[in-house]
């Protein structure tokens, strides 16, 4: 069952990760080996989060890197199923 428009990612770095140990973006970036563009991008839901990334974050804030895949895979099927309708398919049968 999908959540009704469920956060991105970076949403959920920002305000559970970031805000309640008083990180910067700067420091974040630093301490995940990555620039504080591409951090930044993220937490502003313009990038989402790669498997490479779930890993950062994995080790970063003792997490598993399956849960940040899983939340970026929530929030992309939920925009997609906002599509649905406009879809052109067929259904494939049996002949």
């Given at each position: ?9 970076g ?19 630093v ?24 890993i ?20 992309d ?19």
């Amino acid at each position: 069952m999908l959540m009704y428009h469920p956060p991105h990612p970076g949403e959920v770095i920002k305000e559970l990760c970031l805000a309640p140990l008083n990180i910067t973006i700067t420091e974040a970036a630093v301490a995940l080996g990555i620039s504080r563009k591409t951090l930044s991008a993220i937490l502003n839901g313009r990038s989402g989060i790669s498997p490479e990334m779930a890993i950062r974050l994995s080790l970063a804030f003792d997490t598993s890197a399956e849960s940040w895949l899983n939340q970026q895979v929530q929030y992309d099927l939920w925009f997609a199923e906002q599509k649905r309708e406009k879809l052109k398919v067929k259904k494939l049968t049996a002949a």
